[in-house]
């Protein structure tokens, strides 16, 4: 499967932004998915993950009450709406899958095989 996310931009903090994350070459209902983050002089981060029907969703501390992942499989598409959003969420977004549903913060890149290119996430104070 390759994966392609886009929906970045500039926005100003408590704004709002949705990525979406489509999918070919493949049917995304074999996968669990999920997004990582990378901001300036940072290390890759988890954001969150959902499993393979979208009826079990994990995300991390910094995020949870604030983003919501989804997914739907027959459009082979998931997204990640982002609201009140703040500077620190400033980051390049990337979408993931993988065969087995990761769901905890230890969560780390190698658990995901599959990457989409990264889009820019901007938030202004």
């Known amino acids: 499967v390759q994966l392609q996310a886009f929906g970045g931009g500039l926005v100003q903090a408590g704004g709002s932004l949705r990525l979406s994350c489509a999918a070919s070459?493949?049917?995304?209902?074999?996968?669990?998915l999920g997004w990582f983050r990378q901001g300036p002089g940072k290390d890759r981060e988890f954001v969150a993950s959902?499993?393979?029907?979208?009826?079990?969703?994990f995300y991390v501390d910094s995020v949870k009450g604030r983003f919501t992942i989804s997914r739907d499989n027959a459009k082979n598409t998931m997204w990640l709406q982002m609201n009140s959003l703040q500077p620190d969420d400033t980051a390049a977004y990337y979408c993931?899958?993988?065969?087995?549903?990761?769901?905890?913060?230890?969560?780390?890149?190698?658990?995901?095989?599959?990457w989409g290119q990264g889009t820019l996430v901007t938030v202004s104070s």
């Open positions: 070459g493949d049917s995304l209902s074999t996968y669990a």
């Open positions: 993931v899958a993988s065969l087995d549903y990761c769901s905890g913060s230890g969560c780390l890149p190698t658990d995901f095989r599959t």
């Open positions: 959902i499993n393979w029907s979208g009826s079990s969703t």
